[in-house]
């Protein structure tokens, strides 16, 4: 795997999805810090807890797109299918330095 942010983010999506927390935890900077509509700035440790083990809700999830922004912040698309039905549309934007994941902020989209 290369250290391109957009390399790291797809591989953080990729251990989420399989719940390979070994994986994916060594991806995240100790400073790492989570926003979504749902949580405030939390960090690593309430990630893994919390946000990490829900893979589970979802039929399916495919990102649409991957595109760096510049050297360090990569956005995200993707479309998901829920276990209890619905597909929405998320976007995250990603800060990833020195080959970590800094901060993730997740922005919500409606059903499609």
Known sequence: MTNSPAAVAEAAFQYYRSQDRDAAFPLYSGDFTFTSPQDDHIDKAAFFERCFPT????KEQQL????AADEELVFVQY???LTTGGRYRNVEMITVRDGLIQEVQVFFGGKV
């Not at 893979?55 to 979802?58: G, N, P, S, V, Y």
């Not at 649409?64 to 595109?67: D, F, K, Q």
């Open 64 to 67: 649409l797109h991957v595109t």
């Open 55 to 58: 893979a589970d809700r979802f």
């Open 79 to 81: 479309e998901y299918e």
